[in-house]
């Protein structure tokens, strides 16, 4: 979804800045989420322009710029779970990650886990 224009986003603050009447009755007007009109308006007071922001992206996990650290503790320990990746990660660098956020970061990374069955 495209986001809502610069000239729609100041005649909405316009709208509300002019009359005495509400968030919700502006927003009700223009057939946008109360919401949106709190976002605006608080941008406004804070930047002064509501041009629209940069929209997606993803965030990044803890584990996005540890790529050393991980490879180091596969190497080390090439027959842990994720679980017990996890743990010594919380352990080592004292950051919380869960098993699933640990596959996913390895994976993006190829590093495999080796299980030694001969134990």
């Known amino acids: 979804m495209k986001p809502y224009s610069s000239e729609f986003r100041?005649?909405?603050?316009?709208?509300?800045?002019?009359?005495d009447t509400s968030i919700r009755k502006v927003a009700a007007k223009f057939d946008?989420?109360?919401?949106?009109?709190?976002?605006?308006?608080?941008?406004r007071q804070r930047t002064g322009p509501v041009q629209p922001q940069q929209q997606g992206g993803s965030l990044k996990s803890v584990l996005y710029s540890?790529?050393?650290?991980?490879t180091q503790m596969v190497e080390?320990?090439?027959?842990?779970?994720?679980?017990?990746?996890?743990?010594?990660w919380r352990l080592n660098y004292n950051e919380a990650v869960s098993p699933s956020m640990m596959c996913r970061e390895l994976q993006k990374?190829?590093?495999?886990?080796?299980?030694?069955?001969?134990?």
């Not at 540890?66 to 991980?70: A, D, G, N, W, Y």
Request: glycine residues 2%; charged residues 35%; contains cysteine.
């Open 66 to 70: 540890r790529r050393t650290e991980l």
């Open 10 to 19: 100041e005649k909405i603050v316009k709208i509300y800045e002019q009359s």
């Open 32 to 43: 946008v989420s109360k919401g949106f009109v709190q976002k605006i308006l608080k941008q």
């Open 76 to 88: 080390k320990h090439p027959d842990s779970t994720l679980s017990e990746y996890c743990e010594y």
């Open 109 to 119: 990374q190829n590093l495999t886990r080796k299980k030694d069955h001969t134990q």
